[in-house]
């Protein structure tokens, strides 16, 4: 019976450091979370405060157990004084976060935030104490149970501040879930106050006090101890989630998700691994193998598995996180997986020229959509040739000119071919799209049409076999079918490039939506001010005020209705447009563009002149998108990230001038003063003088 006991006794300590060490991961983690993701919330700031005393505390108890069990635990007691960083911190941090919390809904105490700064002053007094004198604790005593450290005479006043502070704190937390009105905050703050007071508690050093219980079996404290563990395992994981949506411009669909893969990838990945080594040492006395090498085929295994595991269970995993949405979640999931990049694209179209190669024995061939003119000018140019071929830079790396491109989509689908050579054709054959080609030199051209044969989109063409084509019907099916199929594979491409340049105009306004979202993300209900966007100050939200504006320079709500208006540069216009704002918000943007204006004579392809003329044509002149790329020789796809570019240098003037307006204000206004001033002091003084000289 005392051998299954001590059995057992040596499992739940052996868990008890696998559940120590899997705190420490998924505090660290989560601290990285944050960083990445929660920086800007004050709630996540104070929260990672919380982990990193978690992580002091765990940390220190896990090396003092370690060192206790190694032969040399002279260094024991320093690993126990050193936890005190955690435990010293701890109130002073969870009133901080509480604070934040209640601020958050409105609530702000002057009296709060000055016991905050006191709560961390004392911590670090409380923190230095414990290093250098014995008032807090003295040395520790190593018993049978847990070597700890023995109370002092300050201990037990530290004891009544500890939990004085953290029942204040949680009161606070309790206080902030009341004030939250709406049902998702309120659910949110639940978890939160339900866990919020379990980090504390479980750090806080009651062998100090009592000591080791002697009247217990060994094996009940130690699995209090690993209760306890377990429990603030479960707590600061449970405040992550509550935490991870303050702050986090995102969805909270995207926010549940990209949490709950973290923790699978990150925490719980860590924790598997660092298990399998620890569990390694045991099984070498069984297996009689390396433990090491037990160990690393372990941890292999799992981050395997763990892959696999996160692959097979993300489906179900995503559809529990949509809820609701779970079907549109599932179509955008499908759009994305069918997604065609220009790579997938050109190897393709390589693979059907191939198959054309093989079928008509030619040695080249080619596909094209630089269908105009000037092929700088053709949106998202596919050029795809394969087979023995010197690139011709005259040709635009095709093996035939421009001219024998732009003949070949000038015939239309039943017509009789015009020119054949350059010159006019001796035999007026119709023309069929699926069976014929153009003679050009020695290549055989035929045009890609869309299924309704209103559009060419692109130009296929082979080095031709004989003077004339002698395909047989075997062969005029075979190139039926592959020209059939390079044409719906460029339709499809422009239907999805087409679908690109829309989301590229809508990607500002979902990222200004997700900004706002995130801004009346609080656990109280949202205020006018959540919803308001703050000019100057954030530079990416007065971007997308000044990019709104300038898409309706001429008139619309956008620009009449525009926050802009408040501007004080604005106001200062609104005196030379008779009061009118939104001629005077069109003068202010009309002012920063030309500021953009470079000096010399204008190049509509110079770099430098390229953001102002974007500007000029499409805002100013109102021209239509493709008509300014067709001038700045240019796709509309790289028109837009350029327009990109130039709404956020019209936005860095726009802002300059403000700060210009207002230094100008403020000069206006202490010059007023020191005039008012001087004036007082004037009539003063002509008062004192004597009615004889007066």
């Not at 024995?361 to 394969?386: D, G, K, Y």
């Not at 054959?429 to 209103?454: C, M, T």
């Not at 002012?591 to 470079?598: Q, S, T, V, Y």
Request: charge should be neutral.
């Amino acid at each position: 019976m005392d051998a299954l006991l001590s059995t057992i006794l040596g499992a739940v300590q052996l868990l008890n450091r696998i559940t120590v060490t899997g705190i420490l991961v998924t505090a660290f983690a989560l601290v990285i979370y944050i960083g990445l993701y929660n920086r800007r919330s004050p709630i996540a700031r104070d929260y990672a405060i919380v982990l990193m005393c978690v992580i002091g505390s765990y940390l220190g108890d896990l090396l003092a157990q370690v060192s206790e069990l190694a032969p040399r635990t002279d260094s024991t007691e320093l690993w126990l004084r050193l936890q005190w960083i955690g435990i010293a911190f701890i109130p002073a941090a969870l009133l901080a976060l509480s604070d934040s919390l209640l601020r958050a809904t409105g609530d702000s105490s002057p009296l709060r935030q000055l016991a905050v700064k006191v709560g961390y002053g004392v911590g670090a007094v409380t923190f230095a104490l414990i290093l250098v004198t014995a008032l807090i604790a003295t040395p520790g005593v190593s018993t049978e149970g847990l070597t700890h450290l023995t109370p002092g005479l300050l201990f037990y006043p530290f004891t009544l501040y500890y939990f004085g502070s953290v029942a204040w704190a949680t009161y606070n937390v309790f206080e902030a879930r009341r004030r939250a009105l709406t049902a998702t905050s309120k659910r949110r703050m639940t978890y939160f106050a339900i866990a919020f007071a379990a980090p504390a508690l479980g750090m806080f050093p009651y062998l100090l006090p009592v000591g080791w219980p002697a009247a217990f079996p060994r094996l009940v404290p130690w699995a209090g101890i690993l209760i306890v563990n377990m429990g603030v395992g479960a707590a600061i994981t449970f405040m992550g989630y509550a935490v991870a949506y303050f702050g986090a411009s995102a969805p909270d669909r995207v926010i549940k998700r990209r949490m709950v893969k973290y923790l699978i990838r990150g925490p719980l990945t860590a924790a598997a691994v660092i298990t399998a080594f620890v569990l390694s040492a045991r099984v070498e006395r069984w297996l009689d193998l390396p433990g090491t090498f037990i160990g690393l085929v372990a941890a292999a295994t799992i981050i395997l598995m763990v892959q696999w595991f996160i692959d097979m269970v993300q489906p179900t995993l995503d559809r529990l996180i949509a809820g609701d949405d779970a079907e549109e979640v599932g179509r955008l999931q499908q759009f994305s997986a069918r997604l065609m990049t220009t790579s997938d694209l050109t190897q393709y179209l390589e693979n059907i020229l191939a198959a054309l190669c093989d079928l008509l024995r030619a040695r080249t061939a080619f596909v094209t959509t630089c269908l105009a003119e000037m092929s700088n000018s053709c949106a998202a140019p596919i050029n795809v040739v394969i087979g023995n071929f010197t690139p011709d830079d005259t040709h635009g790396g095709l093996p035939v000119p421009p001219d024998a491109v732009r003949s070949a989509t000038t015939l239309r689908h039943g017509q009789a071919a015009g020119r054949v050579n350059g010159d006019h054709a001796t035999d007026r054959r119709a023309f069929e799209v699926k069976n014929d080609f153009i003679l050009w030199g020695n290549y055989w051209l035929i045009p890609l049409r869309s299924q309704d044969h209103r559009e060419v989109l692109g130009v296929m063409g082979l080095a031709a076999r004989t003077a004339e084509p002698d395909l047989s019907d075997e062969e005029r099916e075979g190139v039926a079918v592959l020209v059939s199929q390079a044409a719906r594979a460029l339709e499809d491409a422009a239907k999805q490039r087409r679908a690109f340049e829309a989301l590229e105009r809508l990607v500002p306004e979902a990222d200004d939506m997700q900004r706002r979202m995130a801004s009346t993300r609080n656990p109280a209900a949202p205020t006018v001010a959540d919803f308001e966007r703050v000019p100057v100050d954030n530079h990416d939200d007065f971007t997308q005020l000044v990019r709104d504006a300038l898409s309706q320079y001429w008139g619309g709500p956008k620009l009449a209705e525009s926050p802009l208006i408040n501007l004080r540069v604005v106001s200062e216009a609104m005196k030379q447009e008779n009061g009118n704002a939104t001629k005077a918000l069109r003068r202010v943007l009309s002012e920063a563009i030309e500021r953009l204006k470079p000096d010399g004579t204008r190049s509509f392809t110079a770099a430098e002149w390229m953001l102002y003329n974007i500007l000029e044509l499409k805002i100013m002149q109102n021209m239509k998108v493709r008509d300014v790329a067709r001038k700045l020789v240019m796709s509309e796809s790289d028109l837009y990230r350029k327009q990109r570019a130039a709404f956020e240098e019209v936005a860095r003037i726009v802002a300059e001038m403000e700060r210009e307006a207002r230094r100008r204000e403020q000069q206006a206004a202490w010059s007023s003063y020191d005039g008012g001033a001087l004036s007082r002091q004037d009539r003063e003084k002509e008062a004192t003088v004597s009615p004889d000289l007066r």
